[in-house]
């Protein structure tokens, strides 16, 4: 009879033991962040002065991975730098004599005109939609722009190479 007491005592005690258990939680979270990348693929960059009106085509390729609260990833450009000569003269090619015609349709326009990507001077090259997990998720995109000199640079210019900076511009609306 002892054996069965002992037995039965065991058995009250592993489950007078359950019954004190307990539980905590902690919230887990996993996050990947957005991502947006933009670099110029092509461009010859090297205009003549002298024979105005003559594009050339800048190609940028983007990436990105945006989240589903935006509408789209807007592609942009801007003369950052104006041209300005290398031998010391005061001449200077602005964003008023350079002109961008964005995906080659349209118009060209002066470069500086716009206010694309959030940006006080930069022209709008396209606006691709993010509607869908598909198109908020984009590798490898290519757009284009035609850039030239415009009619307005004076013939009083000095013989010289001017050099300046275009920048492309990748932004989620």
């Known amino acids: 009879m002892k054996s069965k007491w002992v037995v039965?005592?065991?058995?009250?005690?592993?489950?007078?033991?359950?019954?004190?258990?307990?539980?905590?939680?902690?919230?887990?979270?996993?996050t990947k962040a957005e991502s947006l990348s933009i670099s110029v693929s092509s461009f010859p960059a090297s205009f003549n002065v002298m024979s105005p009106g003559t594009p050339q085509t800048l190609t940028t390729t983007s990436s990105w991975n945006v989240?589903?609260?935006?509408?789209?990833?807007?592609?942009?450009?801007?003369?950052?730098?104006?041209?300005?000569?290398?031998?010391?003269?005061?001449?200077?090619?602005?964003?008023?004599?350079?002109?961008?015609?964005?995906?080659?349709?349209?118009?060209?326009?002066?470069?500086?005109?716009?206010t694309g990507c959030g940006q006080p001077t930069a022209t709008l090259i396209t606006t691709h939609t993010a509607n869908t997990k598909a198109l908020r998720q984009q590798s490898n995109v290519s757009d284009t722009v035609a850039i030239q000199l415009g009619n307005n640079i004076p013939a009083t210019f000095e013989a010289d190479t001017y050099t300046g900076t275009i920048t492309v511009y990748a932004s989620a609306q």
Do not use: H, W, Y
């Open 8 to 30: 039965l005592i065991l058995a009250v005690v592993a489950l007078s033991a359950a019954s004190f258990a307990q539980t905590a939680t902690t919230p887990i979270v996993a």
């Open 67 to 114: 989240k589903p609260s935006r509408t789209g990833v807007a592609i942009c450009v801007s003369l950052t730098t104006p041209l300005s000569g290398t031998t010391g003269n005061t001449d200077v090619i602005d964003g008023t004599m350079v002109q961008a015609q964005p995906e080659g349709t349209g118009p060209f326009t002066n470069i500086n005109a716009g």
